[in-house]
């Protein structure tokens, strides 16, 4: 195996670095430093950025989440090392940042036109946009009692008011799910890397643990990427179920990346090429 390259190695310390301390402080961490739905009040600008650093929780008790962050780490050794290798520190840099930024546009642009589509099934409540603004931002396991009554309270008022019904409400709920959840994860860059390899070394063959015989680089990642493209768009896991999984922040990763290698590509004899 190719030794781990010096950017691969301070971006694993990064990670690793954002990964202890973050279950260390716990929910605020998650809150300060996620990527959420860009109109909410929990959006920071530097979310893009620090959301790629960002994994999947343990200190909740579910240990499971270590494989999100192992995963994605040992993507980037195994895949950053040889794109280093072949690019250099600074390119490779550029390139892997940009993937990650490209995966939270076409995630946040995702989020933005199926919260709007839903939103809009809502227009016959004539809710204004402040109290729909108080409807999406409210964390609705603190407004109800034990007894699922509403406490009062302006998202209660608010409800009451406009008699939201129970298929309104969940049509709500589904929006502000996509309103609240935050996005974490390198995965998006990670896309980016893959799609490279293919790019670069589309015959190489990728021995995988889940499959018994090597596959083509140029015919496991179009693979990859259709199967999040139809979870991403059928909304469920392969397995069945929710699947939990940013798929869009995937696609937006790779595309970034197949873009930025084509380009590359076309332009490495000319003015255009990088230096």
Request: hydrophobic share 50%; charged share 10%; proline share 3%.
């Amino acid at each position: 195996m190719m030794p781990i390259t010096p950017t691969v190695k301070q971006l694993l310390i990064v990670n690793f670095l954002f990964f202890i301390g973050s279950q260390l402080l716990g929910e605020v961490a998650y809150e300060f430093l996620s990527l959420y739905y860009f109109e909410a009040n929990t959006f920071q600008f530097w979310q893009p950025l620090t959301h790629m650093f960002m994994h999947a929780a343990v200190y909740t008790g579910d240990f499971s989440n270590i494989m999100h962050i192992a995963f994605n780490m040992f993507a980037l050794y195994s895949f950053g090392s040889i794109l280093e290798h072949y690019w250099g520190g600074m390119k490779f840099l550029f390139f892997y940042i940009s993937c990650g930024l490209g995966a939270a546009m076409l995630h946040s642009l995702v989020n933005y036109v199926q919260i709007h589509h839903l939103v809009d099934q809502l227009a016959h409540l004539h809710l204004s946009s402040a109290d729909l603004q108080v409807l999406l931002n409210t964390n609705y396991a603190t407004i109800f009692d034990e007894n699922g009554q509403l406490i009062s309270s302006q998202t209660a008022s608010i409800l009451e008011k406009a008699r939201v019904a129970q298929p309104d409400f969940n049509t709500l709920m589904k929006a502000v799910q996509l309103y609240q959840t935050p996005a974490v994860g390198a995965s998006g860059a990670i896309y980016g890397l893959l799609v490279a390899f293919a790019f670069i070394a589309p015959n190489a063959e990728l021995g995988l643990m889940f499959i018994p015989i090597p596959i083509k680089a140029k015919y496991f990642v179009p693979g990859l990427l259709a199967i999040d493209l139809f979870m991403g768009v059928s909304g469920e896991s392969i397995f069945g179920g929710a699947s939990g999984i940013a798929h869009f922040a995937h696609i937006g990763g790779a595309l970034v990346g197949f873009l930025m290698v084509w380009y590359w590509k076309k332009n490495e004899f000319n003015s255009h090429r990088w230096h």
